[in-house]
């Protein structure tokens, strides 16, 4: 019951009537509760940044090769029960995982996408794909952090967050500069 008919009802019960005085300084709560909860910081992608490594010695060949771990490494613990990662964990791979690509190889999102990814997303329906690459996981993310970066939250999102929009600015002006494809050797 609500509204009219619940005033009605507890009437009926004894209870007394709630004064109306409070019903405007509910509202007003609720209010102010519902614009302080979206007046949090909420960025689109709703990622949480973390420090990453230095991949700038990653070129070529050892580039694309580090890349499809990456991609590898993302897609096991995303979709393998036991190989899950934290939020922050996830960064780490996935932005080190830009790195490379569009940072080191000069890659668009569609050849990367192509490449790299459908690669990864077709080797899940494989039977033995997580055990194979599950194992490999937390090596890489040591290796990540190895290399500088790390599996905490930098403190100052907000500060990341615009790091990361130039960053990517620089990346969508440059995509697609580099090598299509994967680097052929001998």
Not at 21 to 44: G, I, N, S, V
Not at 153 to 179: I, K, M, N, S, T
Request: hydrophobic share 40%.
């Amino acid at each position: 019951m609500s509204g009219t008919a619940g005033i009605l009802a507890g009437r009926r019960l004894g209870m007394p009537e709630p004064p109306q005085e409070d019903l405007p300084m509910k509202r007003l709560f609720a209010t102010t509760a519902l614009c302080l909860a979206l007046a949090t910081p909420a960025y689109a992608d709703g990622k949480i940044y973390v420090q990453l490594p230095d991949l700038t010695s990653y070129r070529g060949a050892e580039a694309e090769t580090f890349l499809t771990e990456l991609v590898m490494a993302n897609i096991v613990s995303s979709n393998c029960a036991g190989y899950e990662v934290t939020d922050e964990e996830w960064s780490l791979l996935t932005d080190s995982a830009d790195l490379i690509a569009y940072g080191q190889l000069g890659l668009t999102v569609d050849d990367t996408d192509t490449v790299y990814y459908g690669p990864a997303f077709a080797a899940l329906d494989q039977p033995d794909t997580c055990a194979e690459y599950g194992p490999k996981v937390e090596p890489m993310l040591q290796q990540l952090v190895d290399l500088g970066g790390a599996r905490t939250a930098l403190p100052d999102q907000d500060a990341a967050y615009a790091a990361h929009q130039v960053l990517q600015a620089e990346w969508d002006a440059r995509a697609g500069q580099g090598p299509v494809g994967k680097t052929k050797t001998k």
